[in-house]
């Protein structure tokens, strides 16, 4: 695995109804950060960020939007736990050797390392408890795109 450690990027709690989740964190002092609002058009996902000046960024999806970025979604699985855990790493290559590394160590893959649609190389593991852990590249604004649904 990369030597360098890799940093917390953000945490993704998946909801079935967001505007009641998004009310609920605004209620706790949460200010919406970005609500792009139903993305790709007629698809249904919905993403929102939240913050809270502390510099944590905490983010909401639902189903749809789930879906769409991690495979391990689109099937219906009540034992998975609605959060991603997302860590940043250095370089793309660095997505594919962690998630090498780590699922040769054992550790489940839910989403194999692909190129996706917000620009990052991304990949999904599961941690000892269950928790999917998001290994994400830094962003390149042009290997951005709309997916399909």
């Known amino acids: 695995m990369s030597k360098q450690v890799p940093r917390l990027a953000q945490v993704n709690l998946i909801v079935e109804d967001m505007d009641a989740a998004v009310e609920f964190y605004q209620r706790l002092g949460m200010t919406v ?10 698809s249904g996902a919905r993403h929102v960020a939240l913050e809270n000046g502390d510099g944590a960024i905490f983010e909401i999806d639902n189903l749809a939007m789930a879906r769409i970025y991690h495979s391990g979604w ?8 609605p959060v991603v855990v997302n860590f940043y ?10 998630y090498r590394a780590l699922t040769a160590e054992g550790y489940s893959g ?12 991304y990949a999904v593991v599961s941690d ?3 928790n999917d852990v998001g290994l994400m590249s830094p ?3 042009h290997k951005r795109f709309t997916p399909k649904t």
């Open 33 to 42: 950060r970005f609500d792009g609002g139903e993305w790709p058009a007629g």
């Open 128 to 130: 000892p408890a269950g």
């Open 89 to 98: 790493v250095a370089s793309r290559e660095a997505v594919d050797e962690s």
């Open 139 to 141: 962003i390149d604004q």
């Open 74 to 81: 689109r099937a219906t699985d009540a034992a998975v736990p």
């Open 110 to 121: 839910r989403q194999e390392p692909y190129d996706a649609f917000f620009g990052a190389r």
